[in-house]
């Protein structure tokens, strides 16, 4: 098991972990049949040249169906696999040999936009399981550059494309670029959380694709729970939100609707996604805005809030809860606000 990294390397002692259970679990069934170390190598190892021990002659077998059983797999905790499996289902076309992976390595950085990041780590899923991917090398990944907000104006034709062609999704937006929240904690918002007397709204949970694929709600990405400010616009966007609600559950008579603040037309978790490909991309096409994540909607609070309230102290407290978060903002945003001034001297 040799190059699998550094001990302290974690994304490499996640795989060495994964190894193990996956080894354990093979011992557990009755599965386990490598009897020196070439075979657990061919077995178990990333860079193994044949697919896992169970799988009968893998140059037949197509790439789908290696990932299908992996995923089947309980013990198996790569959640990621799942998004690399829709990919291959898109690309519906048969991997069965170091070509056939090639060209589907090719056809995904066309998908991806050319996202090294995000393509390396389907790469990373991939070459464990199916030893088509055994000798593809990773893409360099190149310096991350923070996107550039949106301007006002921008804002202001985007709102106005969702009104006009996703009008469901109109409030989520409006909310996204007044709060700086993540996508996923706002799509994980619930009305409990949402304190009108106090004017201000608790993030606690942000949504997550569990190890089955399902949505969930967990705890943020910083396990911090923070309150923000309910600023006047926000309050009445809200209040006019549950108000169509509660007006809805009494003209229905019923009690089935969901207690989250921004769900799908279903009433169930905003995927983001999904929701990126069916409405997000649209719209900024509509409205003729070139195009950005929808994650550049806190970014975009962040540098506006920095232009008009120059206090990483206060933007912390909103975006991450703590202080602990004052660095990262220094990192990114420091250069739009507090600009110094050579002094004359002479």
């Not at 829709?86 to 690309?91: E, K, S």
């Amino acid at each position: 098991m040799s190059k699998l990294g550094r001990y302290e390397d974690t994304k490499c002692f996640r795989q060495a972990q994964s190894i193990c259970d996956a080894i354990d679990n093979d011992i557990k069934l009755g599965r386990f049949t490598a009897k020196n170390n070439d075979e657990l190598f061919e077995a178990y190892h990333p860079l193994a040249k044949v697919a896992s021990h169970h799988e009968q002659n893998t140059k037949a077998v197509d790439c789908l169906a290696l990932v299908d059983d992996k995923l089947s797999n309980k013990v198996f905790r790569d959640r990621n696999l799942h998004q690399t499996k829709n990919f291959l289902i898109r690309y519906g076309k048969p991997i069965k040999s170091k070509d056939d992976a090639l060209k589907f390595w090719n056809w995904l950085q066309g998908e991806s936009n050319g996202n090294s990041r995000t393509i390396n780590r389907h790469l990373t899923s991939l070459k464990p399981i199916c030893p088509y991917f055994a000798d593809i090398p990773k893409l360099k990944e190149s310096a991350i550059k923070s996107e550039k907000p949106f301007s006002k104006d921008e804002i202001k034709a985007i709102i106005q494309s969702f009104e006009d062609n996703f009008p469901h999704y109109t409030g989520f937006m409006k909310f996204l670029f007044s709060t700086g929240c993540r996508p996923n904690e706002a799509t994980a918002l619930r009305w409990q959380d949402v304190d009108f007397e106090n004017k201000q709204i608790t993030i606690c949970e942000a949504l997550a694709i569990t190890q089955d694929g399902s949505k969930a709600a967990k705890d943020t990405k910083t396990h911090v729970i923070r309150t923000i400010p309910m600023s006047k616009k926000v309050g009445m966007l809200l209040a006019s939100i549950n108000g169509d609600r509660i007006n809805k559950k009494f003209r229905t008579g019923t009690d089935t609707d969901t207690d989250l603040v921004f769900p799908t037309v279903e009433g169930k978790f905003i995927d983001i996604r999904t929701f990126r490909a069916r409405q997000w991309v649209k719209a900024l096409q509509l409205a003729k805005v070139p195009y950005r994540k929808p994650y550049n909607c806190r970014h975009t609070f962040c540098s506006h809030f920095l232009n008009e309230n120059p206090d990483f102290v206060q933007l912390a407290s909103i975006t991450h809860g703590t202080k602990s978060g004052i660095a990262t903002l220094q990192k990114h945003y420091a250069h739009i606000v507090n600009k110094p001034v050579m002094p004359d001297m002479f």
